[in-house]
């Protein structure tokens, strides 16, 4: 995943956004540590999305089937899943 994807750049701006409201609504937070927390932010987001998406979308490719189910493109009956 992208660190500038949609939903990394959407979660770190919903995740800081009370010191983002503080630094440029309320102007009680400096504007560099309110930036400083949102680009913490960002790198939490993109390292949890990351991990998120490697567990809940797997790779394609990576999913194996077996040898006999892809040269005949048949789908096993009840009385063929031994292995279960």
Sequence with gaps: ????SGGVIGGATIVSSPALWLALVDR???LDVALTRYLVALVL????LSVVATWALPDPAAVKREPAQEATGEVPEV?????V
């Design 45 to 48: 987001c993109w390292a949890a």
């Design 79 to 83: 009385g063929d899943l031994e292995d």
């Design 28 to 30: 009680t937070l400096p």
């Design 1 to 4: 995943m992208s660190p500038l």
